[in-house]
T-cell receptor
Framework: AQKITQTQPGMFVQEKEAVTLDCTYD???????LFWYKQPSSGEMIFLIY??????QNATEGRYSLNFQKARKSANLVISASQLGDSAMYFC?????????????FGTGTRLQVFP | NAGVMQNPRHLVRRRGQEARLRCSPM?????VYWYRQLPEEGLKFMVY????????ESGMPKERFSAEFPKEGPSILRIQQVVRGDSAAYFC???????????????FGAGSRLTVL
C-alpha cells in the first residue's frame, strides 16, 4: 500500500493567490513526522516545513503552512501569496518513528506552476 | 558551513561501465541516506549508512549496487555494469545524531545525474 499519496500531478495558480497541495498518508505508527520539500527546475531538494504527529498546532513557516488533519491522515501544504519563484515540484514525505531513523518515504509529487 | 556536497553533478557512462557517486555530509552530520529519482517520479530510498556501517539497505537493488561510508572520506554509491535503466538522479542526504525528541530534517545535496548511453 502506498504510504504517501499526492493525487495532483499538476496545479496552476495565479500570482498572489493561495494554493493548496494535497497529501494523504498511511501509517499505523502513532509517532511520525510529515515533511514538505520543494524541487525547482535546477533539481535540488529544499526543505519547507515539518509537522510532528503529536504537534497540537499546524506548522507554519513564512508563506507556508501545513493543514494537518490527523483523523483524515492528511497533511496539505498551503502556500499563500504565490510568487513566480514558487513554480516547482513539491514533495510530501513521511518519517515513521518506529524505525528510529530519519528515513523518509516520498510521494510522487505535484508540479506547481504560478502564472502572472 | 557547507551543505551536503555531491559529485559529480553529472556523469555519463556507457552500458557496462562503473559509476561512482560521492557524497560528503554536512559538517557534524554522521548519518547519510541515498535516494534515487527516476525521471518524473518521486525519490525512492536506497540505503542508510553511518560511519563504517550500513544500517538499512532495504531499498538497494540486490545486484550491481553497493554503498559505503568509510571512517574517513565521503560516502560512495557504486553502480557496477550500468544499464540504461540506471539513468536517474541520485540524491544524498545527511542528518545529525538523532535527537530524543523533535525532528531531524534531512538536508539534501544537489544530486548527481547519471546518464547511461
Amino acid at each position: 500500500a502506498q504510504k504517501i499519496t499526492q493525487t495532483q500531478p499538476g496545479m496552476f495558480v495565479q500570482e498572489k493567490e493561495a494554493v493548496t497541495l494535497d497529501c494523504t498518508y498511511d501509517t499505523s505508527d502513532p509517532s511520525y513526522g510529515l515533511f514538505w520539500y520543494k524541487q525547482p527546475s535546477s533539481g535540488e531538494m529544499i526543505f519547507l516545513i515539518y509537522q510532528g504527529s503529536y504537534d497540537q498546532q499546524n506548522a507554519t513557516e513564512g508563506r507556508y503552512s501545513l493543514n494537518f488533519q490527523k483523523a483524515r491522515k492528511s497533511a496539505n501544504l498551503v502556500i499563500s501569496a504565490s510568487q513566480l519563484g514558487d513554480s516547482a515540484m513539491y514533495f510530501c514525505a513521511m518519517r515513521e518513528g518506529r524505525y528510529n531513523t530519519d528515513k523518509l518515504i516520498f510521494g510522487t509529487g505535484t508540479r506547481l506552476q504560478v502564472f502572472p | 558551513n557547507a551543505g551536503v556536497m555531491q559529485n559529480p553533478r553529472h556523469l555519463v557512462r556507457r552500458r557496462g561501465q562503473e559509476a561512482r557517486l560521492r557524497c560528503s555530509p554536512m559538517k557534524g552530520h554522521s548519518h547519510v541516506y541515498w535516494y534515487r529519482q527516476l525521471p518524473e517520479e518521486g525519490l525512492k530510498f536506497m540505503v542508510y549508512l553511518q560511519k563504517e556501517n550500513i544500517i538499512d539497505e532495504s531499498g538497494m537493488p540486490k545486484e550491481r549496487f553497493s554503498a559505503e561510508f568509510p571512517k574517513e572520506g565521503p560516502s560512495i554509491l557504486r553502480i557496477q555494469q550500468v544499464v540504461r535503466g540506471d539513468s536517474a538522479a541520485y540524491f544524498c542526504a545527511s542528518s545529525p545524531i538523532r535527537q530524543v525528541s523533535g525532528a531531524n530534517v534531512l538536508t539534501f545535496g544537489a544530486g548527481s545525474r547519471l546518464t547511461v548511453l
